[in-house]
């Protein structure tokens, strides 16, 4: 069965920079371009990649393929010319394969950084600690995070060898570091449980992201 891109056209919303951003990516990637303003699941077998805007959220929930969701679209910037870089939040304790794969893939179709955000908070012990967290401590405990997300992205790093990749371990929460990111990136990169419904990382970049995000199911 022939692959597609598929931009899915909401009637509620404007489909330009829905409708521009897949096929853009189509290109990239050498695949057909499908506009569809109907349910996506009749057309998931085909699905590459599905194209939506930002506000149709039942895109993320039927999909068992990669959605790229799409704002409002005076945030909307492309590659190769106008992007630096692709950013990929990442759990480092549990990694999704899904999300890796596509955001290395399509970093190295774009031929930019990827920027790979572990997000981290102190351990249940530091709360116990009557003067805060002395910075020894909180040094040992990133060293140690900084060590996980290596160990996390080296099998890719390893199968996308031309990928440049910036290992970015932030404490913060996931939301917040990458809300922060997406001012300047061209996608956020996020990975999706097997259930079908966003996740609470989800939930709250979406409303807020200031660039496309990609949501890759497990």
């Known amino acids: ?3 597609v891109v598929v931009a899915r056209v909401d ?21 057909p371009l499908r506009v569809i303003r109907h349910p996506l699941p009749d057309f998931l077998d085909e699905a ?4 939506a805007d930002m506000r149709v959220l039942d895109a993320v929930a039927f999909s068992a393929r990669p ?16 992007v630096a870089e692709i950013v990929l939040g990442v759990d480092a304790r549990d990694p999704a394969g899904g999300a890796l794969d596509f955001a290395f893939d399509t970093a190295r179709l774009w031929g930019v950084r990827l920027r790979a ?15 805060g967290v002395p910075e020894e401590d909180r040094a040992t405990w990133e060293d140690h995070e900084v060590q996980l997300l290596a160990d996390a992205l080296r099998r890719w790093r390893e199968k996308y060898p031309e990928v440049r ?9 996931p939301p917040h570091a990458l809300l922060q990111l997406s001012a300047s990136a061209g ?25 496309p995000v990609a949501v890759v199911p497990s």
């Open 67 to 82: 959605v790229v969701l799409i704002p409002e679209e005076r945030a909307v910037r492309h590659p190769p010319h106008r």
């Open 48 to 51: 590459q990649l599905v194209v």
């Open 165 to 173: 990749v910036l290992e970015d371990v932030r404490l913060f929460t």
């Open 11 to 31: 009637r509620s919303a404007p489909g330009r920079a829905v409708v521009r951003w897949a096929s853009q990516e189509a290109t990239l990637r050498g695949l």
């Open 117 to 131: 955000v572990h997000a981290w908070w102190f351990p249940s012990c530091a709360a116990e600690l009557p003067f």
């Open 187 to 211: 996608l956020v990169v996020v990975g999706r449980g097997s259930r079908g419904e966003p996740g609470p990382t989800v939930r709250a970049l979406l409303p807020e992201s200031l660039c």
């Open 1 to 3: 069965m022939e692959r």
